[in-house]
């Protein structure tokens, strides 16, 4: 279903389509679950016990004892070691910590790849509603400027004023060139981001408002789940778990071998049997820096996490008031600005084509409109903008194939 687009040029991309798709094909994603798996396989060999060895001795000893000649297995032993102190389920615990940070990392990369995404989902509505716009100016002043010039043809209208409508048409004109322009622009952008084929038509819903966004005391209160900060929390855990993992591994290490060795004893061939154990000697280092080590990065670790969640908390109130104070211009824009211009314009319109306004006038009420509508969908793309921040700032995902998100 992602991939209908490219073969339905009628289908509306819509932006739940929009993030699913670059969710689909971000080699970001690719990495982050590389990365996870890779984690996973390492965690699977550090819960392993070390494997054993096997010795071999081959020796000419018996040989020249007993006249034979040649050589021969003189001895065959097994050593294996020995983990203390339970360092193997030390071992295994940091590595479980780091495939979930992992985790949390590849779900930090599914958030940052949907707010791209919406950020050139709403370029292209926003490119899209542009054309438009300057679509419909272009039409209706280029009927204007008809008019004109059969007005001036009549005498109706002085040559100046005729010049004043075409003039007023070719700004038109010049502004859907600059239009379609952009379009182009942004439209490459979405194409790139969502990797869909040039030749390929794209179709999108209209630019609109956003609905206004949950309380700001609501998204704090669910921002331990944030994956940003779930992630480096869980580094917390993985450096904490790696501080045990030192402490059990600075006792010596210790082996124990096993075999048997044939030997030529009172003229006959003896095979005699050992046991040894092997334990290295902290002469030298008895293993304080390492730890040490460790339990500084787990200090730093928290403080990252405690630097982060500040950080976050800071974001999250920033986006949460620019969205709702972008909302609010939208609306009075709306009521004060955008409506009235259009109910003015279309009186001046009749006006002057009945004769009883000037040119003047209707240049004005055009070109306040046109102002108006422009800053209408500037604002519309603000407010979305500002959304896609909120979200991304409050760990909100559009996509469903994460349900770590949730838990």
């Keep these: 279903m992602l991939l209908a687009p490219l073969s339905s040029p009628a289908a509306d991309w819509t932006l739940d389509r929009t993030a699913e798709r670059a969710l689909t094909v971000a080699p970001e994603l690719d990495a982050a679950r590389a990365e996870r798996d890779r984690r996973v396989g390492l965690a699977d060999e550090a819960g392993r016990w070390p494997n054993p060895s096997l010795e071999f001795d081959f020796s000419d000893e018996l040989g020249l004892q007993d006249g034979s000649g040649g050589w021969s297995v003189k ?12 360092r193997i389920g030390h071992r295994a615990d940091a590595a479980d910590r780091r495939v979930e940070v992992a985790e949390s990392r590849q779900l930090q990369r599914a958030l940052a790849m949907e707010h791209r995404a919406a950020l050139a989902f709403h370029q292209m509505q926003w490119a899209q509603a542009r054309v438009e716009q300057a679509a419909a100016q272009q039409k209706w002043t280029r009927r204007f400027a008809r008019i004109g010039d059969r007005r001036a043809s009549a005498g109706d209208l002085s040559e100046r004023e005729r010049l004043r409508l075409n003039l007023l048409h070719a700004e038109a004109q010049a502004e859907l060139d600059e239009a379609r322009q952009v379009h182009e622009a942004a ?9 869909i084929d040039e030749n390929a038509s794209v179709s999108l819903t209209e630019l609109s408002r956003p609905d206004s966004p949950p309380s700001l005391d609501t998204l704090r209160e669910r921002l331990d789940r944030h994956p940003t900060l779930r992630a480096a929390a869980r580094q917390v855990a993985a450096a904490r778990a790696e501080v045990e993992q030192a402490r059990a591994e600075r006792l010596p290490d210790l082996a124990v071998r096993m075999g048997r060795e044939r030997a ?8 005699t049997n050992h046991v040894g154990l092997q334990v290295e000697l902290p002469l030298w280092s008895q293993g304080h820096g390492r730890v040490d080590a460790k339990q500084s990065e787990a200090i730093r670790q928290d403080a990252e996490r405690r630097l982060t969640e500040r950080d976050l908390g800071i974001r999250l109130e920033r986006s949460h008031t620019r969205l709702t104070g972008a909302l609010e211009h939208i609306r009075e824009h709306r009521t004060a600005v955008l409506e009235p211009a259009k109910t003015v314009l279309e009186q001046t319109r009749r006006g002057f084509q009945q004769g009883e306004l000037s040119l003047t006038e209707l240049i004005d009420a055009a070109q306040a409109n046109i102002r108006g509508s422009r800053r209408y969908i500037d604002l519309l793309l603000e407010a979305r903008k500002h959304e896609s921040d909120l979200r991304l700032a409050a760990g909100l995902m559009l996509t469903t194939d994460y349900p770590e998100q949730d838990r």
């Design 264 to 271: 030529h004893i009172n003229g006959r061939d003896e095979t």
């Design 75 to 86: 001895e065959y032993a097994i050593r294996q070691p020995l983990p203390i102190d339970g």
């Design 187 to 195: 439209l490459a952008t979405y194409r790139g981001v969502l990797d």
